[in-house]
């Protein structure tokens, strides 16, 4: 069970939470995450999970590979962020982990009590929805906050219009 929402109450903000990935669903989650963020006086929290499976392979270099992945993640959010800036007007609050991304999403949740929605992006390809939104989709009931799902043929002008 998730620990009680703050976002409703006084000095709190409803924060819509956006992962940050190399797929390029990941841009229309964040771009809806931002609009909404902006339509509803909310805040836009961007999140990057370094799978730390690939460190315990390589023992000799673990820290080499930590490092790069770090300034890979940094990298990533600091791009997405200037855009969400630019584009929304929202300043993000970016967060680094390393784990599971399903797991570090839940801790996130459960530690920063004014997540209350988890914005994901569907794929556009044959394949399925995307290997995020299939994750969480298997854990639905499980999951502790409402989900959002971008489809992944919208543009930017639609999504501001739903958002």
């Excluded at 409803?14 to 964040?30: G, M, Q, S, W, Y």
């Excluded at 570090?104 to 390809?125: F, M, N, R, S, T």
């Excluded at 939104?133 to 992944?152: D, H, L, N, Q, R």
């Amino acid at each position: 069970m998730v620990s009680k929402r703050l976002s409703r109450e006084a000095g709190h903000r409803r924060k819509f939470l956006a992962v940050v990935d190399n797929t390029p669903e990941c841009e229309r989650a964040i771009a809806y995450a931002s609009w909404r963020a902006r339509s509803t006086g909310g805040a836009v929290v961007l999140l990057y999970v370094i799978d730390t499976a690939d460190f315990q392979q390589w023992l000799g270099v673990e820290q080499i590979m930590r490092e790069e992945a770090n300034a890979t993640a940094r990298a990533a959010l600091d791009g997405h962020a200037a855009r969400v800036r630019d584009k929304a007007g929202v300043e993000p609050e970016l967060v680094v982990r390393e784990g599971s991304v399903a797991q570090e999403i839940h801790k996130l949740i459960e530690e920063d009590q004014d997540i209350a929605i988890l914005v994901l992006a569907a794929g556009g390809a044959k394949e399925g929805p995307g290997p995020l939104v299939a994750s969480i989709a298997g854990k639905g009931a499980a999951f502790p906050v409402p989900v959002t799902v971008v489809p992944a043929g919208l543009t930017d002008e639609e999504i501001e219009t739903l958002a």
